[in-house]
C-alpha cells in the first residue's frame, strides 16, 4: 500500500527530483569535502567503535570521532548519541550494529557558523544492519545528503526527526517530524512517511514492493518517543565553530549532560 496525498505527491517528487540533482553536484565537488565529526553526547553501557584501520575503542562521553568508514556495536542496555558537524544529531540504541560508510562536509568560514540551517554541504549514508537507530536532520542544507542503507531498501533523510528498528521481522521506520523517503529494493517503488506515521515492512512485503502494516505513532511503546526527543537534544548540545585555515570544526558544549543520564525503556518492540 502506497501512502498518497495527491496536492503534496507532485511537489515531493519535485523535490526528490531537485535533492538527486543536487546530489550529484556535491559527488562532482568531493574534492573539496573533509571528513566530518562527531561528539558523543550521551554514553552508556558497552559501545565498541571499529574504525577504517579496524581498530577497535571504547568511547567516553564529549569524545570527538572520525565517523567515516566507522562501525559501532552497543550491547544490552547500552546506547549512544552524537551530535554531528553537520547539525543532525544520531542516537544508536542497545545490541544495534550500525556503519557509517560515509560522513563527509565542506569545510565552513566563521561568517556562515551561527546561522541556523546546516552551514555546509555534506554527505552522510549510514548502514542499519540491526537494532535501532534515531536521525535528526531539521536543519540539513537542501545541497547535503543523508541517507539509510537497510538489508532491504533505503531511506531517504529530507527534514525530518525519525527512528529506524531492524530486526528478524524486518524494518519499522517512524516519522517523528518532516517527512522520509523509503525506497524499495528494486528502486522503482518507493513509500512516502509523513509524520505521525510509522510503517513496518518485512523482508517479503519488502521484495513485493508493499507495506507490512501501518499505524499511528500513538500505538508505539513509549519509549520510542523518547529515544527520539532525546536524540533532538543530542543535535543541540553542541556549537560548532569554523576551523582555521579549512580545518575540521571546533566541538563546544553548550548543555548540560543531565537529561541523558535519565533511564531509558527497554526493549523496543514491533506490534504484532
Not at 562527531?38 to 565517523?67: F, M
Not at 552551514?119 to 544492519?129: A, D, G, K
Not at 507495506?211 to 520510542?224: D, H, N, Q, R
Request: glycine share 8%; charged share 15%; aromatic share 8%.
Amino acid at each position: 500500500m502506497y501512502i498518497q496525498s495527491k496536492p503534496s505527491w507532485k511537489n515531493l517528487c519535485y523535490l526528490v527530483a531537485a535533492v538527486s540533482f543536487l546530489g550529484g553536484t556535491i559527488e562532482s565537488n568531493g574534492a573539496d569535502m573533509a571528513e566530518g565529526i562527531a561528539v558523543t553526547t550521551g554514553i552508556q553501557g558497552s559501545i565498541q567503535i571499529e574504525d577504517a584501520e579496524s581498530r577497535t575503542t571504547q568511547p567516553k562521553l564529549h569524545d570527538t570521532i572520525i565517523l567515516n568508514a566507522c562501525t559501532v556495536k552497543t550491547g544490552k542496555n547500552a546506547h549512544l548519541f552524537l551530535a554531528l558537524s553537520n547539525g543532525m544529531g544520531v542516537g544508536i540504541g542497545e545490541n544495534s550494529t550500525v556503519q557509517f560508510e560515509t560522513f563527509i562536509q565542506k569545510p565552513f568560514t566563521k561568517k556562515r557558523e551561527g546561522l541556523s540551517n546546516e552551514p555546509s554541504t555534506s554527505t552522510l549514508s549510514i548502514r542499519l544492519f540491526n537494532g535501532d537507530l534515531a536521525i535528526v536532520s531539521n536543519n540539513l542544507s537542501p545541497l547535503s545528503e543523508a541517507r539509510v542503507f537497510l538489508p532491504q531498501g533505503e531511506l531517504q533523510i529530507h527534514a525530518a526527526t525519525c527512528i529506524v528498528q531492524y530486526n528478524q521481522m524486518g524494518a519499522q521506520i517512524s516519522a517523528y517530524g518532516g517527512l522520509l523517503t523509503y525506497n524499495y529494493p528494486d528502486l522503482k517503488h518507493r513509500e512516502l512517511i509523513v509524520t505521525p506515521q510509522s510503517i513496518r515492512i518485512s523482508p517479503q512485503s519488502a521484495v513485493l514492493g508493499q507495506v507490512t502494516e501501518s499505524m499511528t505513532l500513538s500505538s508505539l511503546p513509549k519509549a520510542i518517543k523518547r529515544f527520539a526527543q532525546a536524540t533532538q537534544h543530542a543535535s543541540k548540545r553542541i556549537l560548532f565553530k569554523a576551523g582555521d585555515n579549512g580545518d575540521p570544526p571546533r566541538p563546544v558544549l553548550i548543555a548540560s549532560p543531565a537529561y541523558f543520564d535519565q533511564p531509558v525503556d527497554r526493549p523496543y518492540k514491533f506490534n504484532e
